[in-house]
């Protein structure tokens, strides 16, 4: 079984980014790029599944700038074999990569398509459930649990009220949620590795498929900021401030 | 215009993010339906048709609807979409409309926007982005809208005397590739996390599951909610239905107490709009400070069971 993986590289998680001053988006020049975390936790499901014999081969692709290489060699060094970046300077919204994923997926015939449930800069949460939504596959997003047999998968989701279960038919998308692993620290040797793993690069024309931005933005803006609080010294106080204050007990 | 409203529903029972949803599609304007896809939901359309705003309820009701799986749930309301003239479809930013909605966007070849906190015209809106450090405003082109609503930033409607009509709808065969195997859901006498008026919620800080027992007596008092920072759920302190932030739920609650959270922009993104924030916390640089309008530095060991003997 082939597994395919998406991989979006984004602001790092740890970075507090900021409004750029004619308000057209947030900067994003000179500050850390990750791989959203989501991803790795795709890409390390995915590995996991061919360690245990349930894949012969995992494919990452990444859709934006020639700087997603770099992402596209962070999931090689956790466990992808190869990858394919298509290629575009374009910005990018979820169902142009529903798409380009769609028509990628036609051409590697994966049984299982692994991706992140939401990427940490647009925060979506869209394009896997728009690419089995193209493909008519089923899916399983929020997953916390994998596993596969006799061409099934039966997914534990993470819903609002706790834990569901549900069985796909195999082909199907599944989408990763936090606790369904913890990737592995990639290593020296296995980033060495993965310099020599091979890395195709093609673009939405090749794959006939038009990325124009479909919603337009109009701007971004700062959210409102919280006046400052003050400290208490005690309970007593915070008791005292929270009924005669801002009395809400 | 015409908006339909995808109602959310459990165990037979319509569910409050409806009515905040119904709120968010009034302010879109035009007529408003609302559809009810389920497994023995008459009981949930009969309430739908009692919302204030709501001009007619469609209701399917088929085996193959339980646990609400996307692909049959998706393919009901594609059937219905384009044949009723929708402008606008929308679904609540909950885990089953999240699930649903971009399906059902994609096989409409829209761009749906994603968590609207603000309705500004039928065609614009503003949604947060980066963890809610940013606000986007964004337009939309395509013929139907799809939407989902971040439901604490709009109030529940009301419900009235009049009922609506509803109308039975042939519920369309299963699809087949997916099926419903059980839910694991921890049964609580606590107020649903995303609609209390209070909420305490623990952080790593607290140290262990048994630990968190601390908070019990404090949230008795208060009638709270608990929550939990990703942190601690990931430490196996709390379950993941307790996790507040980014990526988990977003809450806005009267009174949000947050121990021995130390305050990652992840969970300040869950938790920001609600009305008094206060920190408890043991270190006293804390980022969950800058936001708290009470802050308190101390040992929480010691502050929750006076806080609690307090009240």
């Known amino acids: ?249 | 215009m015409r908006t339909l409203v995808i109602a959310e529903h459990d165990d037979g029972q319509l569910k409050n993010p409806t009515l905040n949803i119904i709120t968010a599609a009034a302010k879109i304007g035009g007529e408003i339906d609302v559809l009810v896809v389920g497994l023995d939901v008459r009981q949930v359309a009969d309430a739908a048709s009692r919302l204030n705003g709501v001009d007619k309820v469609l209701l399917a009701d088929a085996p193959h609807f339980a646990g609400n799986l996307a692909e049959n749930v998706a393919a009901q309301v594609f059937s219905i979409a384009n044949t009723n003239a929708y402008s606008h479809i929308v679904f609540a930013a909950t885990s089953a409309g999240k699930n649903v909605a971009p399906r059902l966007a994609a096989k409409l070849d829209s761009a749906q926007i994603s968590d609207v906190i603000e309705i500004v015209s039928a065609d614009t809106f503003r949604r947060p982005i980066y963890a809610g450090n940013a606000i986007a405003t964004v337009r939309s082109r395509d013929a139907i809208r799809v939407l989902t609503i971040r439901t604490t930033a709009f109030g529940a409607c009301k419900t009235i005397a009049d009922a609506a009509p509803i109308e039975v709808l042939d519920a369309l065969e299963d699809i087949g590739l997916s099926s419903f195997k059980g839910r694991q859901v921890a049964t609580s006498d606590r107020p649903d996390l995303t609609g209390a008026r209070v909420v305490v919620s623990g952080g790593r800080g607290l140290g262990s599951a048994d630990n968190f027992a601390i908070l019990d007596p404090l949230a008795g008092k208060l009638g709270a909610a608990l929550g939990a920072s990703r942190a601690a759920v990931d430490s196996g302190f709390a379950p993941n239905d307790w996790q507040v932030g980014q990526t988990g739920k977003v809450v806005a609650p009267e009174l949000y107490i947050a121990v021995g959270i130390s305050g990652a922009i992840q969970h300040l993104a869950g938790m920001k709009d609600s009305k008094v924030i206060v920190a408890i916390n043991k270190d006293a640089d804390a980022p969950i400070f800058s936001i708290a309008d009470y802050g308190l530095v101390g040992d929480l060991f010691d502050v929750v069971p006076e806080l609690s003997r307090g009240l």
Request: aromatic residues 2%.
């Open chain 1, 1 to 249: 079984m082939k597994i395919l993986t998406a991989v979006k590289r984004v602001v790092d998680y740890n970075v507090k980014v900021r409004v750029k001053a004619d308000l057209s988006g947030v900067e994003t020049a000179n500050i850390k790029m990750s791989m959203n975390p989501f991803d790795e936790i795709a890409v390390e499901a995915a590995t996991r599944l061919k360690e245990s014999g349930h894949a012969t081969e995992v494919v990452a692709v990444s859709c934006g700038t020639a700087k997603s290489e770099e992402t596209l060699r962070t999931a090689l060094a956790i466990g992808a074999d190869r990858g394919v970046l298509v290629q575009t300077d374009a910005e990018l919204q979820p169902l142009a990569v529903a798409k380009l994923l769609h028509a990628f997926v036609a051409h590697e015939q994966p049984q299982l398509v692994i991706l992140g449930k939401q990427a940490i800069d647009d925060d979506s949460n869209q394009t896997g459930q728009m690419l089995a939504g193209l493909l008519g596959w089923p899916q399983a997003t929020f997953a916390s649990h994998i596993e596969i047999a006799d061409g099934m998968a039966t997914i534990t989701r993470e819903v609002d009220d706790g834990l569901e279960t549900i069985a796909l038919k195999l082909p199907a998308i599944i989408t990763a949620d936090l606790r369904l692993n913890e990737p592995r620290y990639v290593t020296l040797p296995s980033i060495m590795k993965a310099k020599k793993k091979p890395i195709d690069i093609t673009n939405p024309e090749a794959l006939g498929v038009d990325v124009a931005p479909r919603l337009e933005t109009i701007q971004v803006t700062e959210p409102p900021v919280r006046p400052a609080g003050v400290r208490v010294a005690d309970v007593a106080a915070l008791i005292d401030k929270l009924k005669n204050e801002a009395k809400v007990i």
